[in-house]
């Protein structure tokens, strides 16, 4: 993937204004400075949750309207030929102006892409069948991405030559071949995930970006909306498992774009997990630091075994053995 100018542009402007907004001497956090997980380059879908907040809004939501609102309520607006699919004419609101409508006229309620009655915790199932593990390599074939996802298509950071794509399908390739060693049945998924993806378990893999080569670090984050009531148990499975094989830090703060992340949300996106697959996104690392380099670009096993333990470890993913058979 090629360097994104616009993006790169925006990272600075947010670290500028985080700079201000902090007051003089103060570290902007480094939340701010990490990559636009998607659509930076798109200014359509800003503000609307983990498709449309780019890296110069704040993450705490401040600029628009806060992350619980806008994931609900702020569909981006879909383009002319594909708004006739995603939205029936009887639930159009009348008002809209074709042309430059006002920044909050796209705001209306758009109808739940999921048509079944969403499950709760207590009726989670697994799907039938050996235990199947989805691995995601965040922003691997991107450009293929179909219109409600287009803020997809140019994003994702880099170091040198290395789109992060390539690091993120690396460990997702390596993780895949020890679970299959293991009998587990894998998944390597591109950015698109097919439609209402469903498998035991889901792991979107990435790395983040910073203007900042001191900036290091991996993160988990579960969906915000976890309907499966599981992910919040993976996630911290991964959190020791990661820290604990590849000896980097975790970071503490999760972003938006991480618990929103569009593969969770089955409201919203045709591409998108089952509301029953439970799911989780790992940031490995940071791919401008070079110590964080020497694991997810140079060692991409080691990344890979710190996936493969925590699945082995979780209890829904775990694989019975002889001896657990008795
Ligand atoms: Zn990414």
């Known amino acids: ?185 894998v998944d390597i998924l591109p950015a698109v995930v097919p439609p209402s993806y469903r498998a035991h378990l889901f792991v979107s893999i990435h790395a983040d970006g910073s203007g900042d080569p001191a900036a290091s670090g991996y993160r988990v984050a579960p969906p915000r909306r976890d309907a499966t009531g599981r992910a919040r148990l993976i996630a911290e499975l991964l959190e020791g498992s990661y820290g604990e094989v590849t000896g980097l830090r975790r970071l503490p703060t999760v972003t938006r774009r991480m618990s929103n992340y569009y593969a969770f949300n089955f409201r919203r996106y045709e591409h998108a997990l089952h509301p029953m697959t439970i799911g989780v996104i790992l940031e490995t690392g940071f791919l401008t630091s070079s110590r964080d380099r020497e694991i997810i670009v140079s060692d991409p096993d080691r990344a890979a075994r710190g996936i493969v333990q925590a699945v082995t470890q979780f209890p829904v993913t775990r694989l019975l053995t002889a001896q657990d058979g008795g």
Do not use: F, K
């Open 1 to 185: 993937m090629r360097p994104n100018g616009l993006a790169y542009a925006c990272v600075l402007v947010g670290a500028i204004a985080a700079l201000a907004h902090t007051g003089a001497g103060a570290r902007a956090p480094v939340t701010v400075l990490v990559e636009d997980e998607l659509g930076s380059g798109d200014r359509a879908l800003r503000g609307a949750g983990e498709l449309g907040a780019s890296a110069s809004e704040p993450l705490d939501g401040r600029a628009g309207l806060p992350a619980e609102q806008s994931a609900d309520v702020a569909p981006p607006p879909a383009p002319a030929s594909a708004q006739s699919e995603l939205a029936p004419p009887r639930e159009r609101p009348p008002e809209v102006a074709p042309a430059a409508p006002p920044r909050r006229s796209y705001r209306y309620r758009s109808r739940n892409r999921y048509p079944g009655p969403i499950p709760t915790p207590e009726e989670w199932a697994p799907p039938e069948g050996p235990v199947r593990i989805g691995l995601q390599a965040g922003h691997w074939r991107a450009d293929e991405a179909p219109a409600e996802l287009s803020g997809l298509r140019d994003n994702g950071t880099s170091w040198g030559n290395t789109p992060e794509w390539r690091a993120n399908l690396a460990i997702a390739e390596r993780a895949g071949a020890m679970l299959e060693e293991l009998g587990y049945v």
